[in-house]
């Protein structure tokens, strides 16, 4: 896997990934970007974001589970000091399906938090307390 970023000025960067997808990522004003794309930590905490839906869909879909729709939604703090390292992280998915089983939903977040997500697991093992939880609803 690879990925290239290039400044382009003030704070801002073009990053591009390896099947060549590119985004902006910018800082704010105050720190010399001009606000033109998400600061580089969000982006890390969107990955995550990603990364772990991607994981609870796929395994939601392979139990037949009928899913309509699912939206991760992620809170972090960080630490105060340099380097302002994420401390914690909590995810809560919101899925919305027809007569889903909270067993399956439960059983999806879990799967993902301690045996797919790559990046969660990063981060777990790095130091952050990663937290998940879920709600379920009706379609």
Not at 42 to 68: N, Y
Not at 88 to 93: D, E, L
Not at 95 to 119: F, H, I, P
Request: with cysteine; hydrophobic share 40%.
């Amino acid at each position: 896997m690879k990925a290239s970023v290039k400044w382009t000025d003030g704070r801002q960067f073009v990053a591009e990934s390896g099947s060549g997808h590119s985004v902006v990522i910018d800082g704010p004003p105050d720190h010399g970007g001009r606000d033109t794309g998400p600061r580089p930590m969000e982006m890390l905490l969107m990955g995550l974001g990603a990364c772990t839906s991607f994981d609870v869909l796929e395994i939601l879909e392979k139990s037949r589970a009928p899913v309509t729709d699912c939206v991760a939604k992620i809170e972090a703090e960080r630490a105060d000091t340099v380097p302002s390292v994420f401390t914690r992280i909590h995810v809560h998915f919101t899925v919305t399906g027809r007569n889903l089983k909270e067993a399956q939903v439960k059983r999806a977040v879990a799967l993902s938090a301690e045996k797919y997500c790559s990046a969660s697991i990063m981060l777990a093992k790095g130091g952050v307390d990663v937290s998940h939880s879920f709600a379920i609803v009706e379609a």
